[in-house]
Each structure stands twice: as C-alpha cells, then as structure tokens.
C-alpha cells in the first residue's frame, strides 16, 4: 500500500479498539493502523492471535479510508485550482468597459428584438388579471383548475 498523509477513522475502529482486552493491544492497534496508512507498512500481529484477527478484519477498511483521503484532497486541490482561476476570470472581468452599445437590449430565442427590464428583489409583480403576486421566495402555487 502506498504513503498518505490521511486516512478515515472510523467508529468500526473505536469499537475493536474498546473490545480489546488490554491497553498494549489497544496501543498496539493504533500503531498498526497508522503504519499502514501513513508509512505503508503492514503490521505483524504473529505473536497475538487477538490483534491478528482483529486487524484481517480492519485491515481492508484502513486500505479504502486512505483511498477516501487522497480522493477528498484531490477534490479540495481541483476545488482551489478552479477557484483560483474565477477569481483571475472575475478580474478581467472587470477590466471590460461599462459603457457597451445596445446595453439591455438583445434579441430573444426567436431573433426578435427585446429590451431587459430591472425588477427590484422582493417586489410585487402585477399579475396579468391586475392581481398581485405574493413576494414570497419559494412559495408553490396552487395547480390550475382543468387538465393540462
């Protein structure tokens, strides 16, 4: 098994470790655990049948919490690159000049022309039978009468 510098601790592991009947098979197993996910060593229990059984149990669970840790610092490595590069994105963004021809205008799906229109956050829209619309975020409305 490879070096990591992490690994998953998992209850599993408390559990065996309060199972065992002493404290130098309890020390014995932590070291074990760690040598095997931070160093790649394989722990040699010859000389205690209760940690050798023990630890044939375990041992695969060690093997696929430390696969877990380099996926998760993968994850968080390409989480940073990817934040790294918006944040660069964002800033030439802003280099762009605010003064742009046609602003608010455009075309719909249709190639017809269209011009934005603001709407403040919260407010109450006229519905098209002159009702307002609840501001709330969220709200489901209820189904209309009839089949659809």
């Not at 205008?105 to 002159?130: H, I, N």
């Given at each position: 098994m490879a070096q990591s510098d992490r690994f998953y601790f998992w209850r599993g592991y408390y559990d065996a470790l309060k199972m065992l009947p002493t404290p130098e098979q309890r020390d014995g197993l932590v070291m074990g655990l760690c040598a095997y996910a931070f160093d790649g060593e394989e722990p040699d229990y010859s000389g205690d049948a209760v940690l050798s059984v023990v630890w044939q149990i375990v041992r695969d669970q060690?093997?696929?919490?430390?696969?877990?840790?380099?996926?998760?610092?993968?994850?968080?490595?390409?989480?940073?690159?990817?934040?790294?590069?918006?944040?660069?994105?964002?800033?030439?963004?802003?280099?762009?000049?605010?003064?742009?021809?046609?602003?608010?205008?455009?075309?719909?799906?249709?190639?017809?022309?269209?011009?934005?229109?603001?709407?403040?956050?919260?407010?109450?829209?006229?519905?098209?039978?002159?009702?307002?619309l609840a501001p709330h975020i969220g709200e489901i409305p209820p189904k209309p009468d009839g089949d659809l």
């Open positions: 060690v093997a696929e919490s430390v696969n877990i840790g380099r996926e998760m610092a993968e994850r968080g490595r390409r989480s940073g690159e990817s934040r790294r590069r918006k944040k660069a994105g964002e800033q030439r963004s802003n280099a762009v000049p605010n003064s742009v021809p046609n602003e608010g205008k455009g075309t719909d799906r249709k190639g017809s022309d269209c011009t934005s229109t603001s709407v403040e956050v919260g407010a109450s829209l006229p519905a098209p039978d002159g009702a307002a």
